[in-house]
């Protein structure tokens, strides 16, 4: 399973983007897709995460009320919508795949992608 995040880019305070996720390889059929963010000098945080199979969702608390996770089955793609963004934001994204559970936790996540850098201007 290969997985290629984008739709990252520069935006000011305020704006909005959304990334993709897109999905290759097997048969794709996790457990919950996620997205995590990891700015510079910091550890790697949990975003938000969906369910492949019935769409529950979870969100970390920083981002509740701004961004949204969605999938599209039919073209194994996860979407991150992310409005309101502050500077605070900037980060580089991954998203990642995990077989075993709907969590925050990024070491159950097997498979991950290469990052999309999001540069939220004051």
């Known amino acids: 399973v290969q997985l290629q995040a984008s739709g990252g880019g520069l935006v000011q305070a305020g704006g909005s983007l959304r990334l993709s996720c897109a999905a290759s390889?097997?048969?794709?059929?996790?457990?919950?897709v996620g997205w995590f963010r990891q700015a510079p000098g910091k550890e790697r945080d949990f975003v938000a995460a969906?369910?492949?199979?019935?769409?529950?969702?979870h969100y970390a608390d920083s981002v509740k009320g701004r961004f949204t996770i969605s999938r599209d089955n039919a073209k194994n793609t996860v979407y991150l919508q992310m409005i309101s963004l502050k500077p605070e934001d900037t980060a580089v994204y991954y998203c990642?795949?995990?077989?075993?559970?709907?969590?925050?936790?990024?070491?159950?996540?097997?498979?991950w992608g290469q990052g999309t850098l999001v540069t939220v201007s004051s």
């Open positions: 990642a795949a995990s077989e075993v559970s709907l969590s925050s936790l990024s070491g159950l996540y097997r498979y």
């Open positions: 390889g097997r048969t794709f059929s996790p457990y919950a």
């Open positions: 969906i369910r492949w199979s019935g769409g529950s969702t």
